[in-house]
């Protein structure tokens, strides 16, 4: 797996999370990376859940770049 830079939205996040699963299943990476890698791309998912739960609560519609 190459360096790659971190995903500036959730679908280059997919994307990345899709390759990470195709590097493990090659062998490519190994599986403490990808449980990693899993559990970051969860902690941020649930940070964008967040805050919009908080914005529909203040009956607000916030402009996320990261849901692009």
Do not use: W
């Not at 360096?3 to 994307?15: D, G, I, M, Q, S």
């Not at 990345?16 to 403490?32: H, P, R």
């Not at 791309?41 to 908080?54: D, F, R, S």
């Amino acid at each position: 797996m190459a360096n790659k830079a971190a995903p500036k939205t959730v679908t280059e996040l997919r994307a990345q999370l899709c390759e990470t699963i195709a590097d493990l299943q090659n062998g490519e990476v190994n599986v403490k990376l990808a449980c990693e890698m899993s559990n970051m791309a969860g902690k941020i998912t649930g940070t964008l859940k967040m805050q919009l739960e908080y914005a529909k609560l203040r009956k607000e519609k916030p402009a996320i770049d990261f849901l692009r």
